[in-house]
């Protein structure tokens, strides 16, 4: 291990960042319970959600609010818009399980692109890691997996896309708060959704769980990721949170009784396992 490698493993700072991104795959994987609360257009909720969890952040960080308009600060917000928004889109045209699944081949195009856009080389265990996650994502998925749906699949995986450079841009963004951008963000895909918000007006509970979806799930997770990317890699930055889709249907076993099968019992250990390895890596 070099010294380099050394002094990043024994920095409590990383280590922090690493538990903010398991919290954050966690805080994010109560969307799909949540979202099957709320009685309303996927697009409205997904633009109030933005809203809620915009308005959160500014009125939490407001001393920090500094609208620059540079280049990361656009380029965070309108990737924030696009990952939110068309992760949404994707659900409603293509199943459930090929829009998690081609949402996250988002950690290709960040292990590809990060040499060039940030100067950051994948090393070998990241690739290890992410094929251990991708096979077990299929074996995870496997039954629900389906050819049909191509344009939804198209948007899910243009869904990844964005993904990836949100997370790119928020790491080139490290020195600067990320805060303003977040906003911006959500506030973009706020007034994305706004169209879709007058066909009908959700009910007090369907409100509550806007509520959640708003600040628990969406606009606290948010802040701890674009904080802990200004500690981590971006591809190890991406990597930990992939446990999300594992979390997403357990909390609807705990909740609702639904139980997997076997292979994606076997895919959710497959990725779990990864995860947590990546998680621990002394030389990440």
Same mark, same amino acid.
């Given at each position: 291990?070099?010294?380099?490698?050394?002094?990043?493993?024994?920095?409590?700072?990383?280590?922090?960042?690493?538990?903010?991104?398991?919290?954050?795959?966690?805080?994010?994987?109560?969307?799909?319970?949540?979202?099957?609360?709320?009685?309303?257009?996927?697009?409205?909720?997904?633009?109030?959600?933005?809203?809620?969890?915009? $308005?959160?952040?500014?009125?939490?960080?407001?001393?920090?609010?500094?609208?620059?308009? $540079?280049?990361?600060?656009?380029?965070?917000?309108?990737? *924030?818009?696009?990952?939110?928004?068309?992760?949404?889109?994707?659900?409603?045209?293509?199943?459930?399980?090929?829009?998690?699944?081609?949402?996250?081949?988002?950690?290709? *195009?960040?292990?590809?692109?990060?040499?060039?856009?940030?100067?950051?080389?994948?090393?070998?265990?990241?690739?290890?890691?992410?094929?251990?996650?991708?096979?077990?994502?299929?074996?995870?998925?496997?039954?629900?997996? &389906?050819? &049909?749906?191509?344009?939804?699949?198209?948007?899910?995986?243009? $869904?990844?896309?964005?993904?990836?450079?949100?997370?790119?841009?928020?790491?080139?963004?490290?020195?600067?708060?990320?805060? $303003?951008?977040?906003?911006?963000?959500?506030?973009?895909?706020?007034?994305?959704?706004?169209?879709?918000?007058?066909?009908?007006?959700?009910?007090?509970?369907?409100?509550?769980?806007?509520?959640?979806?708003?600040?628990?799930?969406?606009?606290?997770? *948010?802040?701890? *990721?674009?904080?802990?990317?200004?500690?981590?890699?971006?591809?190890?930055?991406?990597?930990?949170?992939?446990?999300?889709?594992?979390?997403?249907?357990?909390?609807?076993?705990?909740?609702?009784?639904?139980?997997?099968?076997?292979?994606?019992?076997?895919?959710?250990?497959?990725?779990?396992?990864?995860?947590?390895?990546?998680?621990?890596?002394?030389?990440?």
């Amino acid at each position: 291990m070099s010294a380099g490698h050394a002094v990043i493993a024994a920095d409590p700072a990383h280590r922090r960042a690493v538990l903010m991104l398991l919290a954050t795959a966690i805080l994010w994987s109560l969307g799909g319970l949540l979202i099957k609360g709320v009685n309303w257009h996927p697009v409205a909720i997904a633009g109030m959600r933005s809203l809620i969890g915009g $308005s959160v952040i500014a009125l939490i960080f407001r001393k920090e609010l500094k609208f620059t308009g $540079s280049f990361e600060q656009i380029g965070v917000a309108v990737a *924030y818009a696009g990952t939110v928004i068309l992760f949404v889109v994707a659900n409603k045209l293509t199943t459930a399980a090929n829009a998690i699944l081609l949402q996250y081949t988002a950690p290709v *195009y960040v292990a590809l692109f990060s040499p060039w856009f940030l100067g950051e080389r994948a090393q070998r265990n990241d690739w290890l890691s992410l094929a251990a996650i991708m096979v077990g994502m299929l074996l995870f998925f496997g039954d629900a997996l &389906s050819l &049909s749906g191509y344009l939804g699949n198209g948007v899910a995986l243009l $869904s990844g896309f964005c993904f990836a450079w949100l997370t790119l841009f928020l790491r080139r963004h490290r020195e600067e708060s990320a805060i $303003s951008a977040l906003v911006l963000g959500n506030l973009l895909a706020g007034l994305i959704g706004l169209p879709f918000m007058f066909q009908s007006m959700p009910d007090a509970m369907s409100w509550g769980g806007l509520l959640l979806l708003g600040i628990v799930q969406l606009g606290l997770p *948010y802040v701890m *990721y674009a904080l802990a990317l200004r500690h981590v890699r971006a591809v190890e930055g991406i990597l930990i949170p992939m446990m999300e889709p594992v979390l997403n249907p357990l909390w609807v076993f705990l909740l609702l009784g639904e139980t997997p099968g076997s292979m994606a019992l076997l895919g959710g250990a497959i990725i779990l396992g990864a995860v947590l390895f990546r998680a621990m890596d002394k030389r990440a």
